[in-house]
């Protein structure tokens, strides 16, 4: 069973509206047969927490074939509870493709992690600065994406966060860090399992859009509706997909995140307007 619970924060026209337009429409349809993927790409470099060096590396994923110049990005952050997970995590995969044949460029990146990790019941003091490596390194790479805008053909004001468990914690972290932090600023988050835990939003931060299963034990569902309720408190538009009975990582239901997801995209990254 699937409970659809959409809270909506002030001043939202297009809660999750799928774009209008005969097919194709670009961001929304498919338009590429597929994705041209460079990987290992060095998007930067930090000390870990015992103070070894870490090489910060992504694969980009592209439209094969695209010609446009500014074209919109997401950064995706893969889970494992900030301490094992990679950038080439199945979902993160899939998702960064079937955006990519929409016409986005992706970016799935790798970010330091801790062999102690998190835990839901019991976040330790080196878990929390864990995740704010975490969060640290995510906003190093929508960064090197503004920096390296015309290299990648990026457009720099549309560039949207997202992922999966400790990934999605790492999203709505660096959407409520936008605000504050211009550069590393993000026009969206969309978390998968994941809520905020430490970085309480505020004005100018990111639009938010939530998927979670009220089983979930490893990230309560609580979590991710107190996130909700703190940002629509803010002035800030969050949305949640509410799946009743499940646990961590609903990806079963696939098809319904990621046309959620676009359709989110599309109007808070002010698609209608992007050029095609």
Same mark, same amino acid.
């Given at each position: 069973? =699937?409970?659809? +619970? %959409?809270?909506?924060?002030?001043? @939202? *026209?297009?809660?999750?509206?799928?774009?209008?337009?005969?097919?194709?429409?670009?961001?929304?349809?498919?338009?590429?047969?597929? =994705?041209?993927?460079?990987?290992?790409? +060095?998007?930067?470099?930090?000390? *870990?927490?015992?103070?070894?060096? !870490?090489?910060?590396?992504?694969?980009?994923?592209?439209?094969?074939?695209?010609?446009?110049g500014?074209?919109?990005?997401?950064?995706?952050?893969?889970g494992?509870?900030?301490?094992?997970?990679?950038?080439?995590?199945?979902?993160?995969? *899939?998702?960064?493709?079937?955006f990519?044949?929409?016409?986005?460029?992706?970016?799935?990146?790798?970010?330091? /992690?801790?062999?102690?990790? @998190?835990?839901?019941?019991?976040?330790?003091?080196? @878990?929390?600065?864990?995740?704010?490596?975490?969060?640290a390194d995510?906003?190093?790479?929508?960064?090197?994406?503004?920096?390296?805008?015309?290299?990648?053909?990026?457009?720099?004001?549309r560039?949207? %966060?997202?992922?999966t468990?400790?990934?999605?914690?790492?999203?709505?972290?660096?959407?409520?860090g936008?605000?504050? *932090?211009?550069?590393?600023?993000v026009?969206?988050?969309?978390? /998968?399992?994941?809520?905020?835990?430490f970085m309480?939003p505020?004005?100018?931060?990111?639009? !938010?859009?939530?998927?979670?299963?009220?089983?979930?034990? /490893?990230?309560?569902?609580?979590?991710?509706?107190?996130? !909700?309720?703190?940002?629509?408190?803010?002035?800030?538009?969050?949305?949640?997909?509410?799946?009743?009975g499940?646990?961590? %990582?609903?990806?079963?239901?696939?098809?319904?995140?990621?046309?959620?997801?676009?359709?989110f /995209?599309y109007?808070?990254?002010?698609?209608?307007?992007?050029?095609?």
């Amino acid at each position: 069973m =699937v409970l659809a +619970v %959409v809270v909506v924060g002030a001043g @939202c *026209d297009y809660p999750l509206l799928e774009p209008p337009g005969p097919a194709p429409v670009r961001y929304r349809d498919r338009i590429f047969p597929s =994705v041209t993927k460079t990987s290992d790409i +060095v998007y930067g470099s930090a000390d *870990d927490l015992s103070g070894n060096p !870490v090489t910060l590396r992504l694969d980009l994923y592209e439209p094969t074939g695209d010609t446009l110049g500014q074209r919109p990005a997401v950064v995706w952050v893969h889970g494992g509870s900030f301490s094992s997970g990679d950038k080439t995590s199945p979902e993160i995969v *899939d998702e960064a493709t079937q955006f990519g044949r929409m016409g986005y460029v992706g970016v799935s990146i790798n970010y330091r /992690l801790d062999p102690s990790g @998190c835990s839901a019941s019991a976040p330790t003091q080196r @878990c929390i600065q864990t995740m704010g490596q975490a969060m640290a390194d995510a906003r190093r790479a929508v960064r090197f994406l503004r920096t390296n805008a015309v290299t990648y053909r990026v457009d720099p004001t549309r560039i949207a %966060v997202a992922g999966t468990s400790a990934g999605a914690i790492t999203a709505m972290h660096v959407a409520f860090g936008s605000g504050e *932090d211009p550069a590393s600023a993000v026009g969206a988050g969309v978390a /998968l399992s994941g809520a905020n835990i430490f970085m309480p939003p505020g004005p100018g931060d990111a639009p !938010v859009l939530l998927f979670h299963g009220t089983y979930d034990t /490893l990230v309560p569902y609580k979590w991710a509706t107190a996130t !909700v309720r703190m940002a629509t408190e803010k002035g800030l538009e969050a949305f949640l997909t509410t799946y009743a009975g499940e646990g961590h %990582v609903p990806y079963r239901h696939r098809d319904e995140i990621i046309a959620r997801t676009r359709n989110f /995209l599309y109007w808070q990254l002010r698609l209608l307007e992007a050029p095609t």
